[in-house]
T-cell receptor, first 116, second 112 residues
Framework: DTAVSQTPKYLVTQMGNDKSIKCEQN?????MYWYKQDSKKFLKIMFS???????INETVPNRFSPKSPDKAHLNLHINSLELGDSAVYFC???????????????FGPGTRLTVT | KQEVTQIPAALSVPEGENLVLNCSFT??????LQWFRQDPGKGLTSLLL?????REQTSGRLNASLDKSSGRSTLYIAASQPGDSATYLC???????????FGSGTRLQVQP
C-alpha cells in the first residue's frame, strides 16, 4: 500500500517532445508538491497545491504546467522538453493549508527524466 | 532568502561509531525541520520531524536537535551500521513559504 506513487519511474525522450508525470497519494493529505533534484543532487521546490489550488510557483518556466484534478492527484505536464530539464522529479504530500504550516512531508520514489 | 547548509558534505566512519551531522539555516522563522535519508537512485525517507516549539526528537538510534535561535540542527546517529550508508538531507519549512528548503546533504559511508 504505497503512500505516494509516481509514474513513470523512468522517462527517456527527445528534445521538443511533450511529456507528463503522474502523482497520486493515498494518505488523505490536502497539500501536494513537485520538487526537482538536479544533477548535483540539490532538491528545489517547483510547485505546491493545496486543495487543488496553486499556492507556490517557484519561477518555473511556463513549459511546466501542474494539474490537480482532485486532492489526491497532482500531475506535471512538460511542453517542448529541453536538455536542461533532465533531472529527477519528486512528488510529495502533507497536511497543511493556507495560513498554517505543513506537517511531515512524504515523498514519492521519483521520476528520472532524461532528455536527449 | 532562506539558505540551508549541511556540514560535512561527506563522511566515512567505521562501523560502531557515533556520529553527528550538522545543519544550519539563515532564517529562524521556521515552522518545522525535517531530516530525510536518500539511498542512491531512490526517493526520500523521512527520519525525524521537529516542530519549531520542540528541542529534540528521537527515533531508535537517531536523535535530532533543534536550536532555532542559533539556526542549527544536528542529527546524532548512535552505533552506526553499514546499512546507515546513505545521503542525509536536512530541510526547513519556513513560516509563510509553504514548502521545504533543502540543504545539499551529507553523504555518509559506514565501513564494515
Amino acid at each position: 500500500d504505497t503512500a505516494v506513487s509516481q509514474t513513470p519511474k523512468y522517462l527517456v525522450t527527445q528534445m521538443g517532445n511533450d511529456k507528463s508525470i503522474k502523482c497520486e497519494q493515498n494518505l488523505g493529505h490536502d497539500t501536494m508538491y513537485w520538487y526537482k533534484q538536479d544533477s548535483k543532487k540539490f532538491l528545489k521546490i517547483m510547485f505546491s497545491y493545496n486543495n487543488k489550488e496553486l499556492i507556490i510557483n517557484e519561477t518555473v518556466p511556463n513549459r511546466f504546467s501542474p494539474k490537480s484534478p482532485d486532492k489526491a492527484h497532482l500531475n506535471l505536464h512538460i511542453n517542448s522538453l529541453e536538455l536542461g530539464d533532465s533531472a529527477v522529479y519528486f512528488c510529495a504530500s502533507s497536511h497543511g493549508s493556507r495560513g498554517q504550516g505543513a506537517r511531515e512531508q512524504y515523498f514519492g520514489p521519483g521520476t528520472r527524466l532524461t532528455v536527449t | 532568502k532562506q539558505e540551508v547548509t549541511q556540514i560535512p558534505a561527506a563522511l566515512s566512519v567505521p562501523e560502531g561509531e557515533n556520529l553527528v551531522l550538522n545543519c544550519s539555516f539563515t532564517d529562524s522563522a521556521i515552522y518545522n525541520l525535517q531530516w530525510f535519508r536518500q539511498d542512491p537512485g531512490k526517493g526520500l525517507t523521512s527520519l525525524l520531524l521537529i516542530q519549531s516549539s520542540q528541542r529534540e526528537q528521537t527515533s531508535g538510534r537517531l536523535n535530532a536537535s533543534l536550536d532555532k535561535s542559533s539556526g542549527r540542527s544536528t542529527l546524532y546517529i548512535a552505533a552506526s551500521q553499514p546499512g546507515d550508508s546513505a545521503t542525509y538531507l536536512c530541510a526547513v519549512y519556513l513560516t509563510g513559504r509553504r514548502a521545504l528548503t533543502f540543504g545539499s546533504g551529507t553523504r555518509l559511508q559506514v565501513q564494515p
